[in-house]
């Protein structure tokens, strides 16, 4: 089972960066997906997660009206759109996928992805 996200780079403030996240090994159709981040000297932070099918999504009140989160299960890939990026969005990316069976049940994110680094210059 693996996870890969890619799509990291460096990027001006204001500008825009999509970040992908392949999956290898498992079925990702089944599972809730999610996106994390993690700042030098800081904790890993959630950012977005999307449901099974794409139709529920969550975001963290520092992204929400500039992040999207998607999937494209037949490519076994997730996506985040980032747009009007701050340096403060300077971090590695993770993606991950959740084991809990219910949409309502406590999130088990328990299968971890190498995270891609987004570096926003001012």
């Known amino acids: 089972v693996q996870l890969q996200a890619s799509g990291g780079g460096v990027v001006q403030a204001g500008g825009s960066v999509r970040l992908s996240c392949v999956a290898s090994?498992?079925?990702?159709?089944?599972?809730?997906m999610g996106w994390f981040r993690q700042a030098p000297g800081k904790e890993r932070e959630f950012v977005a997660d999307i449901w099974r099918s794409g139709g529920l999504t969550a975001y963290a009140d520092s992204v929400k009206g500039r992040f999207t989160i998607s999937r494209d299960d037949a490519a076994n890939t997730i996506f985040l759109q980032m747009n009007n990026l701050r340096p403060e969005d300077t971090a590695v990316y993770y993606c991950?996928?959740?084991?809990?069976?219910?949409?309502?049940?406590?999130?088990?994110?328990?299968?971890w992805g190498r995270g891609t680094q987004v570096t926003v210059s001012s």
């Open positions: 090994g498992l079925t990702l159709s089944r599972y809730g």
């Open positions: 991950a996928a959740d084991r809990k069976i219910s949409y309502y049940g406590r999130s088990d994110f328990s299968i």
